[in-house]
């Protein structure tokens, strides 16, 4: 189970709480944009709990590999939410905002201290979701491990929001409010929400697609290479780090290749885990006739 999914639920509602304060306090767009956005969060990650807890069911005979394909699902869920929520709500009120007369009241120091509270909680996920996907040289191999990149990729987009909310905010201090750029800061927010579940989505659902893993591919044929054998390798991804390969021999005696393949399969799954960090769940051979 991922803990930054677990931690995230519960700082972003302390930071839609405070965000909720402040727009109540203001009535800024980009405040209520803001909350929307960590709203959408919350709801987000609570779906990517529900597909790990839903995912690590075992195998049954309708699924036997099992269900880990259900954090795609959920995470691609939770993308069109973002999209449809946090994108959608958040254009269509900064645009309202911007092209009716609002009042907007200044920013307080409470405003601005609670904004640098979320911050500071937000920066704290990010991190811990970092680190659980192995940091930044990790994140293209850690790839398919859809449900901490999806956190990653909101704490990102919301610690960028935080940062343009606070430059609403620093105007608002120092030179009173101004509600067309407070209106377009709030359209912003939500066209960086559409372009990260664009993102997610097309993750996802490459992934619901019996996707394969080409670094899994291309390391499986060079151990057998070195084995003597010349083959294809395709694999199929059933959950973030677990996969089923299938192997065609090219040129083999087919009879010696029958007798050695379990242990030779065996030895196949051992390497992957050990240098790739992949569970080959099984291993399906085709020999030539």
């Known amino acids: 189970m991922s803990s930054s999914v677990s931690i995230s639920i519960a700082t972003n509602t302390a930071i839609a709480a405070a965000k909720g304060f402040g727009w109540a306090v203001t009535g800024s767009p980009t405040?209520?944009?803001?909350?929307?956005h960590s709203v959408a969060d919350v709801l987000n990650q609570v779906l990517l709990k529900v597909g790990e807890v839903r995912g690590r069911r075992g195998p049954d005979a309708t699924h036997p590999f099992g269900r880990g394909q259900e954090k795609f699902f959920w995470a691609l869920v939770s993308a069109v939410s973002v999209f449809f929520i946090g994108c959608g709500l958040n254009v269509?009120?900064?645009v309202h905002a911007l092209l009716q007369?609002?009042?907007i009241e200044p920013f307080t120091p409470l405003v601005l201290g609670l904004l640098l509270f979320?911050?500071?909680l937000e920066s704290f996920t990010f991190a811990v979701a970092l680190r659980e996907i192995g940091g930044w040289n990790n994140v293209a191999r850690n790839r398919n491990n859809t449900t901490v990149l999806a956190v990653l990729?909101?704490?990102?987009v919301a610690l960028l929001g935080i940062l343009l909310t606070l430059i609403v905010a620093g105007v608002s201090y120092l030179w009173g409010p101004h509600p067309a750029f407070d209106a377009a800061v709030a359209i912003a927010v939500?066209?960086?929400l559409g372009a990260m579940a664009i993102v997610l989505a097309a993750i996802n659902r490459r992934l619901l697609i019996d996707s394969s893993d080409p670094a899994l591919?291309?390391?499986?044929?060079r151990f057998l290479a070195e084995k003597g054998l010349r083959s294809e390798v395709s694999s199929i991804v059933v959950d973030d780090d677990r996969c089923v390969l299938f192997v065609r021999i090219a040129q083999a005696d087919a009879r010696e290749g029958a007798i050695e393949s379990h242990a030779l399969g065996e030895a196949l799954k051992e390497h992957a885990l050990a240098h790739e960090g992949?569970?080959?769940d099984a291993v399906y051979w085709q020999f030539p006739t």
């Not at 990729?153 to 990102?156: Q, R």
Request: proline share 0%.
């Open 153 to 156: 990729f909101e704490d990102a």
């Open 118 to 120: 979320a911050l500071a």
């Open 278 to 280: 992949k569970t080959v």
């Open 217 to 221: 591919d291309r390391a499986a044929a």
């Open 190 to 192: 939500g066209l960086l």
């Open 92 to 94: 269509y009120h900064g």
């Open 101 to 103: 007369t609002i009042v």
């Open 31 to 36: 405040l209520f944009a803001e909350t929307i």
